[in-house]
């Protein structure tokens, strides 16, 4: 049974969707709900299993049909996917839990859709083929299409109009992409394609860069980089607080294929260092830009939206400097950005809805009938966001300080410091509108539920456990980087020695095909 | 005073170790925390931070105790206390931190707690404004300070506090050394409100005066004045370490100086004085002669006593009288004797009168400063702008104490007509903490050698980075300079107190500016310009962000085009027929008027069913049958879709486009067609390495089926099929919510006003689609059985049942379809993808991985003979998948015309 | 040949993404639709152009590469579940927004940009 394990982050929540569709209507409420809970709560366990099994440093392969790489489609498990995997149920469960108190019945099959998200996800960070890696993206786009606009409403379906089309032409370019790289390598099994890639005369490999510069475009549409982010902070703040909150996983999606790519497929090839460059200006102006939107914000969603940008263009601007350290970094910090925005999402809306009329904007408004408790949730997550101390974005953010080196610094240094004091201006703004500018007179609706407060407790206690378990944790982290480093490894384990030696020499002599 | 248990027991620990640290030695504990940052917990206790320890934890008790009065009782006590010990073991941690990260991260939770306690009556304006203002601030200084620790750590190797104080010689040596000093001291200057960042200590003081005595003039705000004493062995001893801390210590120390003299505000004329004093000990670390740096520790807990001793008493008259207006204020002294007390001897240490340590202390500066040579010829002017300094500190704190006990009250006429005030001094629980504070600032004055001479001589030698000096200090030093100059001084002060009038009718001549106004007023400018940016970027016109990405992925596939050598590859091209040629040129006309046509809906989509019937054709003449199955099929379904839903949008919409933007538009069309037809080329001309070999060669004896196709679709990469038939239930479970509870436009008639017929069931389409239906069913039979070997499938046998299917809703109506026909789409749809999970999941039980098939010849009684496999129990599921699925999503759309609705409660 | 078929491939999508950049919810579908097609045709090029060669074993000599057959089919499915659902959406974003324009009612009002 356990070598089946690795499947079971995409089959238990497709199992708990199909269950949770048949019995619609036909169990209350409550108990889809208990249904769903306990499913990603179990989604959790089996992804820590993964994580205990990867942390061990060996990369696990799952044939699917039993039919060998590179025929048939493989899953990988190395420690990325693994923190990946356990993040994403992490997250999963704040987010669903607080659904549970009522925002799941404002439109159909929410928590079914959910579970497909979860299972779209799941698929994608755990996939060694690059077309199966397309499908995995088209489930979870479905599923956060669906999710987006569920409720409906004019904001949400309009916001969810420009997410669909611009990702559908996104699907588009995919399959331009994929096309170009089968054609060019004759194989879909990413290792393989390491390998093959690392073996091309000079001529194909331009077609390589070709489509393999196409594929980071479309990931970096996902990951919501400059120039193709505009329509994040819309959709973010349109969409249902849970919902949202999720969505704070789907950007590191794109980070993720992005990573994979270059630490994979691209490893050493032509096609890497201009996927560099690409990622390193746009996301530092990514960066910028969102410390700028953050600024400007004037509904705390909308903020939100644009804190996810940064942790964007962090991140992406550290995965183009592939170094081990960099990448060390960037996976520490990720977890912790992932989870404190979605917890802000949720904290938003519990805020909103205390505050009647006024809502989420920043302006002053009635006093919030449980100003100290949504307070105090609010303080701990500003300071996390904002990188303060001490929660984990402060050690987060100087582990990629200390990570860029040489003339790197003279551009990512002051950007991220002056993106984490824009943080702190806004929070702090809106923290002083929303719990000390406000008029007398109580709105004594929207009490937070004990299912909604454990969601939010549950995200948030990432940010001092991420803290005081920081020396695991890194050295986690950096044993995921070194891992990604050695992409013969890989390719030998999956492929045989001869294989990966045929990479391996590749890689020494960078840009020399034989 | 529960909450005083934690402080004592922490002092007492402190005393324990106090002996050892005197006598020279350094306290450390280290626990690993962060390897890989260079983050330990380590902490560390010499002199500086003995000192530092001591005056946090003993005025902070003092405070404590105070603030348990001060509040009244139907405030936050709780929070507030919080607070202040969340400030507190910050504070600690600053001082003992032996880790320059740690040293950070306390850094930065001073900032934190700072900004609630000033914020903690957050419902005054003022209170919000000067909270934000000192958090931007400080925590941009912190940003500094932070890029600063990670260049000296660098410069270093390592962040232990201990190694980076050895290697003083390497930091200055290094290249980075100006930027590092830059940083640290943007740091150290915003925390310490040295100028020009000092205008958010005033506007701090709309903080509960507890808090204003512990953070901003005893503690917090010598966080700064520690840091540059701590690193001064690493970094001080050369020109520009002690010109920058010269210069800025000097012109603080004349400009609070200045100001606190014309301040009308009680607390703020103590901030201004704060300014002042942090200053001073700024400007002596920067003198940096051993003696120098000495004062500046002996200043430090000279300022603590009795600034604290003074905003104590601030905060009781403040408490008492209701107003901290100088001008009001008045004539006390009858009326609050010990409050008098305690702010005449805490006032009179502040302007340097003997016998008390303010004196000390400042002869020691007096006397460095005649010493010293920083500014090269120019030091003379040292000397004598301290010595204004010093003048001016005499006569705002003799004013200050004048205005206050001796003074008549100033009032206005209506504040006449009100019988005056009538105040007493408070319970001794406010009194206490004050009047011990100032008590001890006489008593070091008196005994400083054995009250106060063996901490600061510890603390100097940790700040000195040697134990070398033998510190003396006491009361009379003879007949010398400085005490010529402090007579001057106090002098100068008693003049200049006769002339305030009159230096105040000067200060007025130029505009006083309110700091914390400007600051907003700043920030909001900031704003509306990121507004302005944020909306020029954002313009929420989703073809713009569509022309972006094309652009980019124009861009970068261009990039790999670019470094192609030559376009056509080797293998070359095939030779052309005229059926290809009619195709090609058939393919271009529909596609191309489809695109211009799109203004006129039903001709577009006619044009579009061209161009799929084309590449249905295209796909059969390239030998690919599945395909153009698959693709005429879809192709059959997508146009009743469209067509259904063209229903409810408008026919015709109005021209609303620029020349410019169609040019726009075309162009980039073009380039990327022209871009992905010089892909293709590329691609098509070149060898291709590839694995099929494999899949022609395995298919019936591994996967058991001579359809390569199905066979790599149900097997080889089955999973693949999984994932899509579970976008397409996604699709129908997404559609579904998407048409709950919609609200449509429903046209009466057609684009020219013709009303739609009465007739709503045709009637020769009924017959049809009810003699079609069976024929339609046995197809997909037909198709799905040999879909393993010919060309077919479960997925084609799904479209067709769905579309003979939709043909009866079309023709009959959807009440007289669901009547026959009461199944619930969606659960077929979810059954079919439980039968393919289930065929999936089969394969554990035999051990295999996920969705591995089998198959077999199996014999059967009376039938024989029959081949079995499994992956036809997956393509069941598919079938059953797409039939719910495109049912699901039809049906709805479908009924959504008529009266029903879709709803939850299916059948 | 070849030069022929990238050719028609090149205006399905030129054809498409001038579609895919006008203002209205329609024929920015028709746009998906024709750059679908396109897709499609290259995705299937890849395993080059073939006459007469089924992937199917017994009925030709030197069979085609039948992987991009397959990934076509489910390139092909999966577009026709995003289309349904895009046209869908764009009648709720009819009905919710009170006009077909991509932008809703905000775009209606800027006329032409």
């Known amino acids: ?514 | 005073m529960a909450t005083l248990v934690a402080p004592l027991l922490a002092l007492a620990l402190l005393l324990i170790q106090a002996p050892a640290v005197l006598a020279g030695d350094v306290v450390t504990l280290q626990l690993a925390w962060m390897p890989l940052l260079g983050l330990d917990l380590a902490l560390r206790l010499d002199g500086l931070a003995l000192l530092f320890a001591l005056l946090i934890l003993g005025i902070g008790t003092l405070i404590l105790y105070y603030s348990g009065d001060y509040l009244s009782a139907d405030e936050d006590d709780g929070r507030f206390l919080a607070y202040m010990m969340l400030f507190m073991a910050s504070m600690l941690g600053i001082v003992v931190a032996d880790n320059l990260l740690l040293l950070w991260l306390f850094w930065e939770l001073t900032s934190i707690a700072s900004f609630l306690l000033i914020g903690f009556w957050g419902s005054h304006s003022d209170a919000r404004r000067g909270a934000r203002m000192a958090l931007t601030v400080t925590s941009a200084g912190g940003l500094a300070l932070l890029a600063g620790f990670l260049l000296l750590g660098q410069a270093a190797g390592s962040f232990a506090l201990g190694e980076v104080l050895a290697a003083g010689d390497a930091i200055r040596a290094s290249d980075h050394y100006p930027l590092i000093v830059a940083l640290v001291l943007v740091g150290a200057f915003t925390k310490s409100a040295q100028f020009p960042f000092h205008f958010w200590l005033p506007h701090a003081m709309a903080a509960p005066t507890p808090v204003s005595a512990y953070l901003h003039s005893a503690t917090m705000v010598k966080a700064g004045v520690f840091l540059m004493a701590r690193l001064n062995p690493a970094l001080g001893d050369t020109a520009l370490w002690s010109l920058c801390l010269t210069l800025t210590g000097l012109t603080t120390l004349l400009y609070g100086a200045w100001f606190a003299l014309l301040e009308r505000d009680l607390k703020g004329l103590l901030a201004f004085s704060t300014v002042s004093h942090l200053g001073l000990i700024t400007l002596l670390l920067g003198l940096g002669s051993p003696l120098a740096l000495a004062a500046a520790t002996f200043h430090i807990l000279n300022h603590a006593t009795f600034k604290a001793a003074l905003f104590l008493g601030a905060g009781i008259i403040d408490h008492e009288t209701g107003t901290r207006d100088l001008d009001r204020l008045g004539a006390l002294w009858s009326m609050m004797p010990l409050t008098g007390t305690l702010t005449l001897l805490a006032g009179a240490a502040m302007a340097g009168l003997p016998p008390f340590n303010g004196f000390l202390s400042k002869e020691m500066l007096l006397g460095e400063s005649l010493e010293t040579d920083v500014l090269g010829t120019l030091s003379v002017i040292i000397p004598l702008l301290v010595l204004l300094g010093a003048t001016l500190s005499v006569a705002y704190s003799l004013r200050l104490m004048w205005r206050l006990f001796f003074a008549a009250p100033r009032r206005s006429r209506e504040q006449k007509a009100l019988p005056p005030m009538a105040v007493h001094d408070p319970a001794p629980g406010l009194l206490a903490p004050g009047l011990s504070l100032a008590a001890l600032s006489l008593l070091v004055g008196l005994f400083p050698m054995a009250l106060a001479a063996p901490l600061v001589q510890a603390a100097s030698w940790a700040v000195q980075g040697e134990a070398t000096l033998e510190l003396h200090l006491t009361l009379w030093h003879g007949l010398n300079w400085p005490l010529a100059m402090s007579l001057l001084a106090i002098a100068g002060g008693v003049v200049a107190l006769r002339q305030h009038r009159r230096l105040a009718q000067i200060a007025a001549l130029f505009s006083p500016r309110d700091a914390s106004r400007s600051f907003e007023a700043a920030v909001l400018r900031v704003i509306k310009a990121s507004l302005w940016l944020t909306q020029r970027l954002e313009t929420g016109s989703l073809q713009r962000y569509q022309a972006l990405l094309i652009l980019c992925a124009l861009a970068m596939a261009g990039i790999g085009l670019v470094k192609l050598d030559t376009l056509t590859g080797a293998a070359g091209m095939q030779s052309l027929d005229a059926m290809l040629v009619l195709g090609a040129a058939l393919t271009v006309f529909a596609a191309i008027s489809s695109a211009l046509s799109h203004r006129w809906r039903l001709v577009s989509i006619l044009m579009l069913s061209v161009v799929g019937l084309m590449v249905s054709l295209a796909f059969v003449r390239f030998s690919a049958p599945d395909l153009a199955l698959t693709q005429l099929s879809v192709e059959v379904v997508t146009m009743i879709l469209m067509i259904l839903a063209l229903f409810f949008l408008p026919q015709r919409p109005p021209l609303l486009v620029s020349g410019r933007r169609i040019l726009r538009d075309l162009v980039l069309a073009t380039a990327l067609g022209l871009v992905t037809a010089m892909l293709n080329y590329a691609l098509l001309t070149r060898e291709r390495p590839a694995i099929a070999d494999y899949f022609l060669r395995e298919s019936v004896p591994g996967g058991g089926g001579a359809n390569v196709v199905n066979v790599i679709l149900v097997d080889f990469r089955g999973f693949d099929t999984f994932g899509e038939i579970t976008v397409l239930t996604l699709a129908g479970l997404a559609t579904f919510g998407l048409l709950h509870g919609l609200k449509l436009f429903m046209p009466a008639g057609n684009v020219e006003g013709i009303r739609w017929s009465p007739q709503r069931y045709p009637l020769i389409l009924a017959v049809i689609s009810q003699l079609l239906l069976p024929l339609a069913l046995l197809v997909s039979v037909n198709i799905f059985l040999r879909g393993h070997n010919q060309p077919g499938g479960g997925f084609v046998a799904g479209l067709i049942t769905a579309t003979a299917l939709i043909l009866q809703y079309m023709a009959r109506g959807h009440a007289w379809t669901r009547t026959r026909l009461p199944i619930s789409y969606p659960i077929v749809a979810v059954s079919g993808l439980a039968v393919a999970l289930a065929t999936g999941l089969g394969s554990w039980l035999f051990g295999y991985p996920f969705l591995t098939s089998a198959f077999g010849h199996f014999h059967l009684p009376l039938i024989g003979d029959i081949e079995l496999a499994t992956a036809m129990l997956f393509d069941l599921g598919v079938f059953l998948a797409v039939v719910g699925a495109t049912l699901m999503i039809l049906v709805n759309l479908g009924r959504v015309t008529t009266i029903h609705r879709p709803s939850l409660e299916e059948p | 040949m070849e030069a022929l078929f990238s050719l028609v491939v090149g205006v399905l999508t030129a054809s498409g993404v001038y579609l895919l950049l006008r203002a209205r919810t329609f024929p920015v579908i028709i746009g998906l639709s024709l750059l679908s097609y396109a897709v499609n045709l290259f995705l299937f090029s890849s395993g080059g152009l073939r006459t007469n060669a089924a992937p199917v074993i017994g009925a030709s000599l030197a069979p085609t590469d039948p992987l991009p057959h397959a990934l076509v089919l489910t390139a092909i499915v999966i577009g026709f579940a995003m289309t349904a659902f895009v046209v869908i959406l764009a009648v709720r974003a009819r009905s919710e927004l009170g006009s077909d324009h991509v932008d809703g009612q905000h775009g209606e009002e800027e006329g032409p940009r």
């Open chain 1, 1 to 514: 049974m356990s070598q089946h394990l690795i499947a079971l982050p995409i089959v238990l929540p497709m199992l708990a969707a199909l269950v949770l569709v048949l019995l619609a209507g036909r169990i209350p409420d409550r108990h889809q709900r208990l249904l769903s809970v306990a499913f990603t709560a179990l989604l959790v366990l089996v992804n820590l299993a993964l994580l205990s099994r990867a942390s061990g440093g060996e990369v696990a392969f799952y044939a699917l049909g039993n039919w060998q790489a590179p025929f048939g489609i493989v899953l990988m498990l190395d420690r990325l996917s693994a923190l990946m995997l356990t993040l994403t149920s992490v997250l999963a469960v704040g987010c669903v839990l607080f659904a549970c108190a009522g925002d799941d019945t404002r439109g159909s099959y929410f928590h079914a859709l959910f579970q497909l998200q979860l299972m779209g996800l799941d698929g994608a960070f755990l996939t060694g083929d690059i077309f199966n890696l397309f499908v995995f993206f088209e489930i979870l786009l479905l599923a956060s299409y669906a999710l987006l606009m569920h409720g409906g409403g004019k904001a949400r379906i309009g916001a969810g109009l420009h997410y669909v089309v611009l990702n559908m032409t996104g699907s588009a370019l995919f399959l331009v992409a994929l096309g170009v790289l089968y054609g060019a390598t004759g194989t879909l099994n990413m290792a393989d394609m390491a390998r093959r890639v690392a073996s091309l005369s000079s001529d194909q490999t331009a077609l390589v860069t070709a489509g393999g510069l196409l594929l980071i475009v479309v990931f970096s549409l996902k990951a919501a980089l400059l120039p193709l982010y505009f329509w994040l902070p819309h959709a973010y703040a349109a969409a249902p607080a849970p919902v949202a909150a999720l969505f704070a996983i789907m950007t590191k999606v794109g980070l993720y294929a992005i990573l994979r790519m270059q630490t994979l497929v691209f490893a050493g090839s032509p096609a890497a260092p201009a996927i560099d460059t690409w990622l390193w200006w746009s996301g530092l102006a990514t960066l910028a830009l969102a410390a700028v939107g953050v600024l400007a914000a004037r509904d705390l969603r909308t903020l939100i939206a644009y804190l996810v940008l940064i942790s964007v263009g962090t991140l992406l601007a550290g995965t183009a400097l592939q170094s081990p350290a960099a990448n060390a970094a960037l996976l520490y910090y990720l977890p912790h950005t992932t989870l404190i925005c979605g917890a802000l999402f949720l904290i938003a809306e519990l805020i909103g809805r205390q505050r009647g009329k006024a809502g989420t904007h920043l302006v002053r408004g009635r006093r919030l009938y449980q100003r100290f408790l949504l307070g105090g949730l609010f303080l701990v997550a500003a300071i996390a966001v904002a990188g303060l101390p001490p929660m984990a974005g402060a050690l987060g953010k100087l582990m990629l300080l200390q990570a860029v080196e040489g003339s790197a610094r003279l551009w990512f240094w002051p950007l991220l410091l002056l993106a984490g004091l824009c943080t702190l201006v806004a929070l702090s703004r809106a923290g002083s509108v929303f719990f000390w500018a406000s008029y007398r007179g109580e709105v004594a609706t929207g009490r937070v539920s004990r299912t909604q407060l454990s969601g939010v407790l549950w995200l948030l206690a990432s940010a001092p456990l991420l803290v005081l378990f920081g020396g695991p944790m890194s050295a986690f982290t950096l044993a995921t980087a070194q891992q990604l480093a050695q992409p013969q490894a890989v390719i030998a384990e999956l492929l045989g020695d001869a294989a990966a030696a045929q990479a391996s020499q590749f890689h020494e002599i960078p840009g020399e095909a034989p």
